[in-house]
């Protein structure tokens, strides 16, 4: 089993189909993300990814945070040039490493932040550097402005951005080629699709990375109930996790759960395949071996349009199946 590898937009970057989230291999500040994570099984994780070609490693100073940055430098401490790392910022982390919960995108701190990951990471050159969120009080030219001086000094390889709108992404790659837009998209989320972001980027040859494509793990089919989640688990925030609207999401689960069966594979894997086939690079989360050989077997599954079509059926693009953020944090995507 060894992954297909393909490009991540025009630019030059070449991926595997699949990559591996690390967030929920640290938690953010103090809270877990999807349980309890031990460092140990982590390492031999994003090890074994290696091992099956899975060498595309996502992660982001806010995780920890810098903690998790500072995880993923000890997994790959001494094999950096297998890997390719991608991390984030602009959730402002001030000196002390705390989290300020707000968005930095000047450009001096944009430097600064780089200059930590670097650090942390242990590392001299970061292979994609995205903007996590867009500061709205600067303008993203400035912003990309500097995160193009980075290239310009060999600290960056290829740039990013995240959950930003297509006005905001043009402009950005005016100012310097982007070669990804990472956002979350899954058969739970599909908005940048519904807001014509997915056309942009396929317009500018601009690569498109899901994170979350099993829905924050929805899509697995694990979870039957909203107190299946541990008490301080963030899910528990989320509009599409509580109440009724949890479990009329179940029931599209179970029916996709369903065609999963009927093709022998896992509900994640159905979920996982279906993002692969339209062309993108999800980034699903683990930290435990069995579900990662799980994932990457997802790449190389191949729907036929009868198939793609008939798992779309089950939710249609523009059904509701819940905000995926807090009020709050919806005032920071899509901008």
């Known amino acids: ?135 709205p009080e600067v303008p993203v030219e400035e912003t990309v402005g500097a995160m193009a001086d980075l290239v310009k000094e060999g600290k960056v390889r290829y740039l990013g951005l995240s959950e930003v709108a297509s006005e905001t992404i043009r402009r950005a790659h005016a100012t310097h080629p982007i070669s990804a837009l990472q956002s979350e998209y899954s058969l739970f989320e599909r908005s940048v699709e519904e807001a014509g972001i997915l056309d942009t980027v396929k317009e500018l040859g601009i690569g498109f990375v899901p994170y979350s494509p099993l829905g924050r793990g929805f899509l697995s089919g694990d979870l039957k109930s909203p107190d299946d989640l541990p008490e301080d688990d963030f899910r528990r925030t989320i509009p599409k996790f509580q109440g009724e609207q949890f479990y009329k999401n179940l029931e599209l689960v179970e029916a996709i759960n369903q065609l999963a069966k009927d093709k ?46 008939k798992l779309e059926s089950i939710i249609p693009l523009g059904t509701d199946t819940g905000q995926r953020y807090n009020d709050w944090g919806m005032t920071l995507v899509n901008l």
């Open 1 to 135: 089993m060894s992954i297909k590898k393909i490009n991540l937009g025009n630019q030059g970057l070449v991926v595997p189909a699949v990559g591996l989230g690390c967030m929920g291999m640290s938690p953010i500040a103090g809270a877990d993300i999807y349980g309890k994570a031990n460092e140990n099984e982590s390492i031999t994780t994003i090890h074994r990814s290696l091992e099956l070609g899975g060498n595309f490693l996502d992660t982001a100073d806010l995780y920890g945070p810098l903690l998790n940055e500072r995880l993923v430098a000890k997994a790959i401490a001494g094999n950096r040039t297998s890997y390719t790392i991608a991390t984030k910022f602009a959730w402002e982390i001030d000196d002390n490493e705390q989290i300020t919960w707000r968005i930095n995108g000047r450009p001096e701190y944009v430097k600064k932040a780089a200059e930590r990951s670097l650090k942390n990471l242990g590392t001299d050159y970061i292979d994609l550097y995205y903007m996590h969120r867009l500061d």
């Open 264 to 309: 022998g594979i896992t509900a994640s894997q159905l979920a996982i395949a279906w993002t692969v086939n339209k062309g993108f690079v999800p980034i699903p989360g683990t930290k435990r071996i069995k579900y990662l050989e799980q994932n990457i077997e997802a790449a190389d599954i191949v729907l036929s349009p009868a198939e793609i079509e």
